[in-house]
């Protein structure tokens, strides 16, 4: 079972170059999220989109862009990176989006700016 | 704003034997979810328990349990049977269950465990 599928899992960029951290899952889950994972801290949330069709702010979103391609797919996009953007990053789905819910998230991306 | 602190950077335990990890958060709402997510050196996030504020009874998985004192706002959780496996980060965390809470889980900054053989 894939679950949730980030890809890479890992890349090196120089300040100012954009990339995109793909992300795609396949248990039909309505919502989907992108976290930020940064050390000594707890996860912050970048963007998230509550169905197909629709993005939203999270708490930090600054310096990202996302795209909802479709319901499998959640695009991160990183127009032009910065150091602080150095994190790992963390895409999740749940089915609804139902604030019990649990989360199941991709192995992540650590992202080096230098 | 909700806030939610884990005071224990680190903590051990031998192999079988039981260990608590701490959590407390700050928050005006009398409805809301809370849970331990478990996160390996895989680095995949997992979650291992949730518990409902209305629910007075404290929530079971198996070996892990959690101490919900909601006046004192804590939520501790119990690992009993320590064993290799559970060695990782765990994070706390709360959800407002609020509509207008714009999906928002709030992290504590996590504990390591480690377990000794």
């Known amino acids: 079972n894939a679950g949730v599928t980030q890809t890479p899992k890992f890349q090196v960029l120089k300040t100012g170059q954009s990339m995109t951290l793909q992300c795609a899952q396949d248990?039909?889950?309505?919502?989907m999220y992108w976290y930020r994972q940064d050390p000594g801290m707890g996860l912050r949330l970048i963007y998230y989109?509550?169905?197909?069709?629709?993005?939203d702010k999270g708490e930090v979103p600054n310096g990202y862009n996302v795209s909802r391609l479709n319901k499998r797919e959640f695009s991160l996009r990183l127009e032009s990176a910065a150091p602080s953007q150095t994190s790992v990053y963390f895409c999740?789905?749940?089915?609804?989006?139902?604030?019990?819910?649990?989360?199941?998230f991709g192995s992540g991306t650590q992202l080096s700016v230098l | 704003a909700q806030t939610v602190t884990q005071s224990q950077p680190e903590m051990s335990v031998q192999e079988a034997e039981t260990v608590t990890l701490s959590c407390t958060y700050d928050?005006?709402?009398?409805?809301?979810?809370l849970f331990w997510y478990k996160q390996p050196p895989s680095r995949q996030m997992i979650l291992v328990i949730r518990?409902?504020?209305?629910k007075q009874q404290n929530a079971t998985e198996n070996r892990f349990s959690v101490n919900f004192q909601k006046a004192a706002k804590s939520f501790s959780l119990k690992i009993s049977d320590s064993q290799l496996g559970d060695a990782a980060m765990y994070f706390c965390?709360?959800?407002?269950?609020?509509?207008?809470?714009?999906?928002?889980?709030?992290w504590g900054a996590g504990t390591k465990l480690i377990i000794k053989p």
């Open positions: 999740a789905s749940s089915e609804r989006g139902s604030p019990n819910e649990k989360l199941f």
């Open positions: 928050t005006s709402e009398s409805d809301y979810y």
């Open positions: 248990m039909n889950h309505n919502s």
């Open positions: 518990q409902e504020a209305y």
């Open positions: 965390a709360y959800r407002s269950a609020l509509e207008d809470s714009n999906y928002q889980l709030i």
């Open positions: 989109s509550a169905s197909e069709g629709t993005t």
